[in-house]
T-cell receptor, first 117, second 109 residues
Framework: GAVVSQHPSWVICKSGTSVKIECRSLDFQATTMFWYRQFPKQSLMLMATSNEGSKATYEQGVEKDKFLINHASLTLSTLTVTSAHPEDSSFYIC?????????????FGPGTRLTVL | GQNIDQPTEMTATEGAIVQINCTYQTSGFNGLFWYQQHAGEAPTFLSYNVLDGLEEKGRFSSFLSRSKGYSYLLLKELQMKDSASYLCAVLDSNYQLIWGAGTKLIIKP
């Protein structure tokens, strides 16, 4: 199968601190990884798309200096929420597309629940 | 603008059949996905349609009509574990996934 993991699965932090979330494709190489945010009872909102070795493409309204994305290898992408505030509390989900595979399918990680106090 | 509509919530009885509709208006079309999402978890892939017609996969079937901008997900022999949100998503001309808000399905015994 195509398994994507995220770490941590949940995190609680104080306002003003930075939080790093890792997204790994465990058994395949992911040329493209996507970061989503989901607020309660709302749909997934794409934050950014990252390709290995290049800068991430951010969606309109998403602050690139606040949400730092690094896609250092074909199996790892990280999202760092800098100077987190309570309004950043949300469910963050990553997904990955497989290199050489069907571009249509995204494989999702289990998500990271961030709570900023 | 791009828009995907699906009912907010539906209720059905265990063992019955339920159809969840999705209509879309997007800039281009490269396929439609259905995902299942349990509360507090990430979405899991259910189906992908790019051609008109019905795709059957076990208890779940998905239908697409591109001319009508319409799809439905059909769930048969409902089980309590099918209680979840069902997300409709369309791949547009830029190969971006446009997500619907999801339909919360409540299964009653």
């Amino acid at each position: 199968g195509a398994v994507v993991s995220q770490h941590p699965s949940w995190v609680i932090c104080k306002s003003g601190t930075s939080v790093k979330i890792e997204c790994r494709s465990l058994d395949f190489q992911a040329t493209t990884m996507f970061w989503y945010r989901q607020f309660p009872k709302q749909s997934l909102m794409l934050m950014a798309t990252s390709n290995e070795g290049s800068k991430a493409t951010y969606e309109q309204g998403v602050e690139k200096d606040k949400f730092l994305i690094n896609h250092a290898s074909l199996t790892l992408s990280t999202l760092t929420v800098t100077s987190a505030h309570p309004e950043d509390s949300s469910f963050y989900i990553c997904s990955a597309s497989r290199a050489g595979g069907d571009y249509n399918e995204q494989f999702f990680g289990p998500g990271t629940r961030l709570t900023v106090l | 603008g791009q828009n995907i509509d699906q009912p907010t919530e539906m209720t059905a009885t265990e063992g019955a059949i339920v159809q969840i509709n999705c209509t879309y208006q997007t800039s281009g079309f490269n396929g439609l996905f259905w995902y299942q999402q349990h509360a507090g978890e990430a979405p899991t892939f259910l189906s992908y349609n790019v051609l008109d017609g019905l795709e059957e996969k076990g208890r779940f079937s998905s239908f697409l009509s591109r001319s009508k901008g319409y799809s439905y997900l059909l769930l048969k022999e409902l089980q309590m574990k099918d209680s979840a949100s069902y997300l409709c998503a369309v791949l547009d001309s830029n190969y971006q996934l446009i997500w619907g808000a999801g339909t919360k399905l409540i299964i009653k015994p």
